[in-house]
């Protein structure tokens, strides 16, 4: 095969290859719908998962602040046990470690890493 054969060879199959904008436009639509069907499943999740949010309507802004508040509260609380567990002179798992600041703690209480440094100095580390 000459190398202008070739070249035709190629053309043609790319031709054959190539969508059409109707073809376009319906992969385009279809992929969108798949993704506004993934974002509404998700959402729908949280709606299953975050307390307060069962059987209400699904406003998407509601959702996503609910779940913010809710995720801080239980971090708050996670951060509050591992707390009590330092003060207690427990080891605290290092995922459960969130090295919060004094200043950051808005209950004014003793964060993990104070309570670390406090049980160090009075020779209660590593209980």
């Keep these: 095969m000459s190398a202008s054969e070739d070249t035709h060879s190629n053309s043609q199959a790319e031709e054959k290859n190539r969508l059409t904008e109707v073809e376009k436009r319906n992969n385009h639509v279809a992929s969108e719908k798949k993704r506004r069907e993934a974002i509404r499943y998700a ?6 998962l975050v307390p307060g949010l069962e059987g209400q309507g ?3 802004g509601v ?3 609910r779940t913010a508040e809710f995720l801080h509260e239980q971090l ?3 951060q509050r046990l591992a707390d009590e567990l330092a003060r207690r002179g427990a080891d605290v798992p290092e995922h459960l470690k969130m090295y919060k ?6 209950d004014g209480g003793e964060t993990y890493e104070s309570t ?9 580390a590593g209980r």
């Design 43 to 48: 959402f729908d999740r949280l709606t299953t």
């Design 63 to 65: 959702v996503l602040q």
């Design 116 to 124: 670390k440094r406090r049980n160090s100095a009075n020779g209660k």
């Design 76 to 78: 708050g609380e996670n």
């Design 101 to 106: 600041t004094q200043a950051s703690r808005s």
């Design 58 to 60: 699904r406003s998407e």
